[in-house]
């Protein structure tokens, strides 16, 4: 296991879902939109009340923020890179204690200019790769490069459609790590499967947490969907009790 105690970290869209997992005990969020969607970057607005409402429960730093573009993998073209870099840098001055980025070249290796570009608009906060890393088959080989960027965690379910499936690969992303990047596990985790992948040796455990809430009023034909997401109190607390119940056996 990691010389330090794994932490949980819950994904949430609004600054409910940050009080939920304020109140769940958890060591941090990552603020996104867009989850049906895998995550794309959050409003300003968001943002800066996110934070806000962190601060004010003496949590400096707990909120991370996914900094995506767009849906549609993680090709990205010069313009939404820009974008990306102004998100970020919009980040930062709102007091996010971290980014969340990922951005690839076709061949599913790290685009390394654009990384470098990212990291470096984020003026020192804690970079998390997210599940980007999980395209294709060379994980242990993008963990290498990431590494070489300074990055200091990787979201990844192991390569997996979900992270239960892909434990194999997360222990022989901790064993290449080595303590020089955090490995966090993420994507179709469940209750039962958390203890399953504190074995791996992982650094933290990451999920959503969320269900689906119907709208107050129907949306109308310019509305989208009925129903939205939001974040699960009862799961959130049970994930982090899970988590917490692993470590003291």
């Not at 980014?99 to 804690?126: Q, W």
């Given at each position: ?16 879902g940050?009080?939920?997992a304020?109140r769940?005990g958890?060591d941090?969020?990552?603020l ?45 073209s ?32 790290v ?14 906060l804690?970079?998390?790769f ?23 965690r990787v ?23 080595d ?13 039962d499967s ?12 990451h ?12 949306s109308?034909p ?5 129903d939205f997401?939001?974040t ?9 009790e ?6 003291e056996?």
């Amino acid at each position: 296991m990691p010389s330090s105690a794994p932490a949980i970290e819950i994904a949430v869209q609004d600054v409910d879902g940050l009080g939920i997992a304020l109140r769940a005990g958890a060591d941090r969020v990552e603020l996104c939109s867009a989850l049906s969607l895998g995550g794309l970057t959050p409003s300003i607005g968001t943002i800066q009340m996110a934070v806000e409402a962190a601060d004010a429960a003496g949590r400096p730093g707990f909120v991370n923020v996914l900094v995506r573009p767009r849906a549609g993998g993680f090709v990205y073209s010069a313009h939404e890179i820009a974008t990306t870099v102004r998100d970020i840098r919009a980040a930062v001055a709102a007091g996010a204690g971290g980014v969340v980025i990922g951005a690839l070249n076709e061949d599913g290796t790290v685009d390394m200019a654009a990384t470098r570009e990212l990291i470096a608009a984020a003026e020192g906060l804690t970079v998390t790769f997210h599940r980007a890393i999980d395209i294709g088959t060379a994980q242990l080989q993008v963990l290498d490069q990431l590494i070489d960027l300074g990055v200091a965690r990787v979201l990844t379910s192991g390569g997996a459609a979900q992270s239960p499936d892909g434990t194999d690969m997360l222990r022989r992303m901790v064993e290449r790590a080595d303590g020089r990047l955090q490995i966090m596990a993420g994507g179709g985790v469940t209750l039962d499967s958390i203890p399953m992948l504190l074995s791996t040796g992982i650094d933290a455990i990451h999920l959503s947490a969320k269900k689906a809430a119907l709208a107050l009023a129907p949306s109308g034909p310019g509305g989208g969907a009925a129903d939205f997401d939001v974040t699960d109190e009862i799961v959130a607390r049970a994930a982090v009790e899970a988590v917490r119940s692993t470590l003291e056996k």
